[in-house]
């Protein structure tokens, strides 16, 4: 197996996951990030990160990163490393066509001797039923003869500046003892907060997507209890709190289940359990109630409406936040479209205001205009849908300030007093 310090890395996807990853290997290894979208790479080459994930002076410490659209640009390389997107289609089944893209083009550069360590969070047994199949046909070489495998699912979380790829530990895997050790000490190498070595690949693979599984089905069962708390009238984060004070009660919060990870992820392991004809009921009962909570919130604020005596036909809605998350650009799978449209379907007139999204982008992905700004004294309910920083500063003051006298003050992140609002999830 081949000494680490002539390790010369290729990351596959410069997208949330693949650069914070190019970054940390450009610093210690020769490193090309290869993305197929050239305007990427343009930004990267410039400087800037529109993801807001890796700034301008971590883009510049990294001395030994180059970046590529092209092919040619990776082909010197000896270990590649694939972190492209691994979405759902409309019929939420897993769609792996960048994965096959990707693998297609790498059997194309693919050499004797090289590793292909795949990131993207996939089920078990994807690598090597799907991926290396496509690596031996493209490139006539054979797999644990000529060419390797490895899989080191990613953890990182969009926008969190505490947990970066080099502080949470990393399960590694790979296709035989030897190469398994030796992505193994690849990624020891710069995780500082170390590596566990999984037996083999489809152990790690499905590691990765059970750990995002369990945070769906524990967010549906609070989701559940949310909705039954709503109906008897206690507050749900009075009741998780205090049921919080014992040791091991998990301290989940109610909310949208959005993102490219939590939302997606339990699919594709129920995509592979159908197809060994395993019934997974459970995790698909969880995803119908997350999947089901901005239809619940819309709901809820027509009805705290009405009860002001408030119209909802033509009213005035504004939405606070249309990113999946708090503090973050980030607008894949967001959904409060789920309440934008639902509030829509009662006839309301929405506005959406998000100060950390990309306009153009929402109106791309959702054919939503976004607000520049919400006008004083114009709304007759208001929701605050994601907890950004922006929202919380102007408090609730600041934010009924937006609402007619008599409006709805609706909030779904616990983003403000529970005796400040109308209602909260
Ligand atoms: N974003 C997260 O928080 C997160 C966390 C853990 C794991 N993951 C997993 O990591 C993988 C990547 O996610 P992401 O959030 O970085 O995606 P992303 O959409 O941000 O980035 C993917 C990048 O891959 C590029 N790409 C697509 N097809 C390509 C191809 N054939 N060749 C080269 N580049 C190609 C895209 O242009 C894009 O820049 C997914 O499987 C995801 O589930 C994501």
Not at 148 to 153: H, L
Not at 241 to 258: D, H, I, Q, S, Y
Not at 317 to 333: H, M, Q, S, T, Y
Not at 397 to 420: Q, T, W
Request: hydrophobic share 40%; charged share 25%.
């Amino acid at each position: 197996m081949q000494q680490l310090e002539y390790t010369r890395i290729a990351i596959v996807g410069l997208g949330y996951v693949g650069l914070p990853l190019a970054v940390e290997f450009g610093r210690r290894y020769d490193t090309v990030g290869f993305d197929i979208r050239a305007a990427r790479v343009d930004e990267l080459r410039a400087g800037h990160d529109h993801t807001l994930e890796v700034d301008a002076a971590e883009l510049a410490a990294a001395t030994r990163l180059r970046f590529s659209a092209e092919l040619d640009g990776i082909r010197e390389c000896n270990v590649y490393i694939v972190t492209v997107p691994t979405p759902i289609d409309v019929a939420k089944r897993p769609d792996l066509t960048p994965l096959v893209k990707a693998s297609e083009s790498l059997g194309q550069v693919l050499k004797r001797g090289d590793i292909v360590v795949y990131e993207s969070t996939v089920y078990p047994g994807c690598t090597e039923e799907v991926c290396i199949p496509i690596l031996e046909r493209v490139s006539g070489l054979v797999y644990n003869r000529d060419f390797f495998a490895g899989y080191s699912p990613e953890r990182i979380n969009p926008g969190d500046k505490q947990h970066r790829v080099t502080s949470i530990l990393k399960v590694t895997s790979g296709s035989t003892p030897e190469v398994a050790d030796f992505v193994n000490r690849l990624y020891g190498s710069i995780i500082t907060a170390g590596t566990h070595q999984a037996s083999c690949i489809k152990v790690a693979e499905a590691a990765k997507v059970i750990e995002n599984t369990q945070r769906d089905l524990n967010i549906a069962l609070v989701n559940d209890l949310a909705k039954l708390f709503n109906t008897l009238g206690i507050d749900t984060l009075e009741v998780l709190e205090a049921a919080g004070t014992k040791w091991n009660f998990l301290p989940f919060r109610p909310g949208l289940v959005g993102g490219h990870c939590i939302s997606v992820d339990p699919y594709y392991l129920t995509h592979k359990a159908q197809e060994v004809g395993h019934h997974p009921d459970v995790i698909l009962a969880g995803r119908r109630t997350n999947d089901s909570m901005g239809e619940y919130i819309a709901g809820q604020v027509v009805r705290l409406m009405v009860r002001k005596g408030i119209n909802p036909v033509h009213a005035r809605i504004l939405v606070l936040g249309l990113a999946f998350k708090e503090n973050c650009p980030d607008l894949r799978n967001t959904r409060v479209v789920d309440i934008v449209q639902a509030l829509r379907g009662y006839n309301t007139e929405v506005d959406v205001f998000d100060p950390w999204v990309d306009a153009t982008e929402a109106k791309h992905e959702y054919g939503l205009d976004l607000i520049d700004a919400p006008a004083a004294g114009s709304y007759d309910g208001i929701v605050v849908a994601v907890g950004h920083r922006q929202f919380a500063a102007l408090g609730s003051a600041g934010i009924r300030a937006f609402g007619k006298p008599s409006s709805v003050l609706y909030d779904v992140k616990y983003v403000l007093p529970r005796n400040e609002v109308d209602g909260r999830l």
